[in-house]
């Protein structure tokens, strides 16, 4: 099993492009995540998924877009990026999200810099 | 939201030595996960706690669920140089649909080994 994959690894954008984050994970799970990561800041949540056709906002949503049409594909979008938007982009996904059970497995992230 | 106070936020430790870290909230958790995450790399879930006063051992890697629930420790023995990372402790808190949850990150504490 290839756990949670993400693509690409890297990119590199000008202010105003638009690109899409792809996150396939071959687990069978319901939940999937989005989140990034910049320095002291931790990991906040983006976007979420809780199954196939849904999604809902996390802490930090203004200036992404999400679906997932698939139960293992998870797509993050920035339909304008702006230089705040530069940083380390994480995928999760987690059999279950109830309560106090939530183990989040993660991707190996994609590193997005905006010039 | 609730946060997570992780200390040290960084260490410089030799070859051999053991390592203490602990992640305090002001709000208590029924979970506390621990995750590694290598650089360049996503986190990795180590040790998942469910019951205050617990112990639980991964290897040379044990963390304890502290008896108020508002922290929890990590501790790992006889340190080498693949320990190098940053440590995330994390816990699940509820969302406003229906009763899923997503976990709320520390700010990490950077280990690194010398030899």
């Known amino acids: 099993n290839a756990g949670v994959t993400q693509t690409p690894k890297f990119r590199v954008l000008k202010t105003g492009q638009s690109m899409t984050l792809l996150c396939a994970q071959d687990?069978?799970?319901?939940?999937m995540y989005w989140y990034r990561q910049d320095p002291g800041m931790g990991l906040r949540l983006i976007h979420y998924?809780?199954?196939?056709?849904?999604?809902a906002k996390g802490e930090v949503p203004d200036g992404y877009n999400v679906s997932r049409l698939k139960k293992q594909n998870f797509l993050l979008g920035l339909e304008s990026a702006a230089p705040s938007q530069t940083s380390v982009y994480f995928c999760a996904s987690s059999y279950i999200a109830s309560g106090d059970y939530n183990e989040q497995f993660f991707g190996p992230g994609t590193r997005l810099t905006v010039l | 939201g609730q946060q997570l106070n992780q200390s040290p936020q960084s260490m410089f430790i030799q070859e051999g030595e053991d390592v203490s870290m602990n992640c305090t909230s002001s709000s208590i958790f029924n979970t506390w996960l621990w995750y590694k995450q290598d650089p360049g790399e996503g986190p990795v879930l180590l040790i998942a706690?469910?019951?205050?006063?617990e112990l639980t051992s991964n290897g040379r890697l044990t963390a304890q669920f502290g008896i108020t629930r508002k922290d929890s420790f990590l501790n790992i023995s006889a340190s080498i140089p693949s320990d190098v990372g940053i440590y995330f402790c994390a816990g699940p808190q509820a969302l406003n649909t229906g009763t899923a949850s997503k976990l709320t990150f520390g700010t990490g504490t950077r280990l690194q080994v010398t030899l």
């Open positions: 706690l469910y019951k205050a006063g």
């Open positions: 687990m069978n799970h319901e939940y």
């Open positions: 998924s809780v199954g196939e056709g849904t999604t």
